[in-house]
């Protein structure tokens, strides 16, 4: 089966396409290294060094003897998504390419027009490609969990059954995302509905969860495989700073009370959902939602988690730059990737011990004050930045590329 990773050179994507390549996949990745492009711009890299693309492909022929086909280019441009289709001949696309930060849409509005336009009109051109080019490729969309807000009611995979006057439908759950990010992926999700729905185009859309860990069987093959691990304040994960805090010394920053409450997985667990839905393609014309997570914790809880695994470290807590619900009900469902036969790995001391002990050994590439909070929600012109400096709205959020 041959299978085209879009955002093939970020956090996810390459760890995935080396796990489907050594899975016996034929593997495409693309990317126009926007990503790379973002740490210019907040000044600030991954902890652990990332080798550039085309040493990482060279190195995993070396290590594993299979090749990766790679395309450089942009889904925002449409002949480049046209060409890369029409020639890899993909059974199906696994779409990690999106702008993934939501303190980075929230910056100022250019932030928020580039993440949707990035995002949007990205996913817009490849269903155009896949409807124009082979209408039975499958796309795997990487989604989010975020989608659904945080109801005070359980939340489905995808879709309720709701009874009004008399009459019952299974309709999309209701949307309630907090960031122009999650917007971003809101559009998305319906377009691809859509598509699905008008043309006959088969999507497995994979709301995922907050992912954590850094290392897979491939990427510990060769330091050239590795894949990042961020930390800072726009586009880090709040677990990832909480083990930076740790290893450095430094209090854990817990955002408000800490009862924020969202699904987590680790990352071997991404590749083994991706591998999954692949696998089990969904039908012409389906247009299904799978909620990709394995735990659930509160930022609280997380904290603590970590100071133990430090073996002891404070725990402060900073007023919530947010807007959202620092206290809440959140119960989502979560079985139909354990039903196709997902086995997770769940979050314990041996994960967070192995966090800690690449934290500790890279700790001098830490930018200490990248870790504070430096995006506002409620800020709609401009943004102080970590260095102190303010950010105007007409600054450009366009990476060089």
């Known amino acids: 089966m041959r299978v085209l990773i879009l955002g093939g050179d970020g956090y996810l994507g390459w760890p995935t396409a080396l796990h489907l390549s050594r899975?016996?996949?034929?593997?495409?990745?693309?990317?126009?290294?926007?990503?790379?492009?973002?740490?210019?711009?907040?000044?600030?890299?991954?902890?652990?060094?990332?080798?550039?693309?085309?040493?990482?492909?060279?190195?995993?022929?070396?290590?594993s003897g299979k090749r990766l086909d790679v395309f450089v280019g942009d889904l925002t441009e449409e002949q480049f998504v046209y060409d890369m289709v029409g020639s890899f001949h993909p059974d199906a696309i696994v779409h990690f390419a999106e702008q993934?930060?939501?303190?980075?849409?929230?910056?100022?509005?250019k932030h928020a027009v580039y993440t949707q336009v990035n995002n949007v009109v990205g996913t817009l051109n490849l269903l155009y490609a896949i409807a124009d080019v082979d209408p039975s490729i499958h796309l795997v969309k990487l989604g989010t969990m975020g989608e659904y807000?945080?109801?005070?009611?359980?939340?489905?995979?995808?879709?309720?059954?709701?009874?009004?006057?008399?009459?019952?439908?299974?309709?999309?759950f209701p949307k309630q995302p907090g960031s122009f990010y999650h917007l971003s992926k809101v559009h998305d999700s319906h377009n691809i509905a859509f598509c699905c729905r008008a043309w006959g185009l088969r999507s497995t859309d994979l709301n995922q969860g907050v992912v954590y860990g850094q290392s897979t069987p491939e990427t510990t093959l060769h330091p050239d495989l590795a894949t990042r691990f961020d930390y800072d304040a726009v586009f880090g994960t709040v677990l990832n700073r909480f083990v930076i805090q740790a290893a450095a010394g430094e209090p854990l920053t817990v955002y408000g009370k800490g009862g924020q409450t969202r699904g987590f997985l680790d990352i071997r667990d991404t590749l083994a959902c991706?591998?999954?839905?692949?696998?089990?393609?969904?039908?012409?014309?389906e247009f299904r939602v799978f909620n990709q997570f394995t735990e659930s914790f509160s930022v609280g809880e997380l904290a603590e988690k970590v100071a133990d695994a430090a073996g002891g470290a404070e725990i402060v807590h900073l007023d919530d730059p947010r807007v959202e619900l620092e206290e809440h009900y959140y119960r989502a469902a979560h079985t139909k990737l354990l039903d196709l036969g997902l086995m997770?790995?769940?979050?314990?001391?041996?994960?967070?011990?192995?966090?800690?002990?690449?934290?500790?050994?890279?700790?001098?590439?830490?930018?200490?004050?990248?870790?504070?909070?430096?995006?506002?929600?409620?800020?709609?012109?401009?943004?102080?930045?970590?260095?102190?400096?303010?950010?105007?709205?007409?600054?450009?959020?366009e990476p060089s590329r």
Request: charged share 30%.
């Open 274 to 285: 991706v591998e999954l839905a692949i696998r089990t393609p969904a039908k012409a014309g």
């Open 100 to 109: 993934r930060s939501a303190p980075y849409s929230m910056l100022d509005r």
């Open 23 to 63: 899975a016996g996949y034929d593997v495409g990745v693309a990317d126009n290294f926007a990503r790379r492009g973002y740490d210019l711009e907040m000044g600030v890299d991954s902890l652990v060094p990332i080798a550039p693309l085309h040493r990482r492909v060279e190195r995993w022929e070396e290590v």
């Open 149 to 172: 807000g945080t109801p005070n009611i359980d939340i489905e995979e995808g879709y309720i059954e709701i009874t009004h006057r008399g009459r019952t439908d299974l309709l999309p």
């Open 344 to 397: 997770p790995f769940l979050l314990g001391d041996e994960l967070l011990a192995d966090l800690l002990s690449i934290a500790r050994a890279h700790i001098e590439r830490l930018e200490r004050d990248a870790l504070e909070p430096s995006v506002l929600w409620r800020s709609t012109s401009s943004t102080v930045t970590r260095t102190g400096r303010s950010q105007a709205e007409g600054s450009s959020p």
